[in-house]
T-cell receptor
């Protein structure tokens, strides 16, 4: 009963390094998304996907890339890390793209960029 | 522009006391409203949601929320809190495209 699995849980990067945050769900959900959570700002949507092969930008997409080659996986790539990308990142999925389909969240990845 | 305001950054209540967490929204159409809870080190979990109909909605863990259109509010309540309710609570408003706007969260602290 894994749900949404994110790896790694913690990561420290130097400015300019690249990395990929992994997200996998085993519920056959259509919709997947990435959020960042910063103190006092709630959650902000980075990118989302409504199905395999389809991705779109959210509120704060700059500096991040995504792809959705399978229904299960939705990795988030940081191309050249910056200190402003220090944050907690959450992956979420839902069964459909409808608003009545609740989001299921992973446990987050805490990223520090020095 | 759509927005969600949670006026209280922190709230401290005694175990067994009642709780009300405030949420105000700004949205042009009929909103879809949500409350999520985040326990320390965890992802968010849906507590309850309002789409239409009865303005008092029941959720998990004994929580309820009331939608008041005239006040643009969707406050979360619980009659008697338990130590396990200590967490951060997020209000969100969604549109028909399922784009959620999130409040900044309210951290609930429980005094023994």
């Amino acid at each position: 009963n894994a749900g949404v699995t994110q790896t790694p849980k913690f990561q420290v990067l130097k400015t300019g390094q690249s990395m990929t945050l992994q997200c996998a769900q085993d519920m056959n959900h259509e919709y997947m998304s990435w959020y960042r959570q910063d103190p006092g700002m709630g959650l902000r949507l980075i990118h989302y996907s409504v199905g395999a092969g389809i991705t779109d930008q959210g509120e704060v997409p700059n500096g991040y890339n995504v792809s959705r080659s399978t229904t299960e996986d939705f990795p988030l790539r940081l191309l050249s890390a910056a200190p402003s990308q220090t944050s907690v990142y959450f992956c979420a999925s839902s069964e459909t793209t409808g608003v009545n389909s609740p989001l299921h969240f992973g446990n987050g990845t805490r990223l520090t960029v020095t | 522009a759509q927005s969600v305001t949670q006026p209280d950054i922190h709230i401290t209540v005694s175990e067994g006391a009642s709780l009300e967490l405030r949420c105000n929204y700004s949205y042009g159409a009929t909103p879809y409203l949500f409350w999520y809870v985040q326990s320390p080190g965890q992802g968010l979990q849906l507590l309850l949601k309002y789409f239409s109909g009865d303005t008092l909605v029941q959720g998990i863990k004994g929580f309820e929320a009331e939608f008041k259109r005239s006040q643009s509010s969707f406050n979360l309540r619980k009659p008697s809190v338990h130590w396990s309710d200590a967490a951060e609570y997020f209000c969100a408003v969604g549109d028909s495209n399922y784009q959620l706007i999130w409040g900044a969260g309210t951290k609930l602290i429980i005094k023994p």
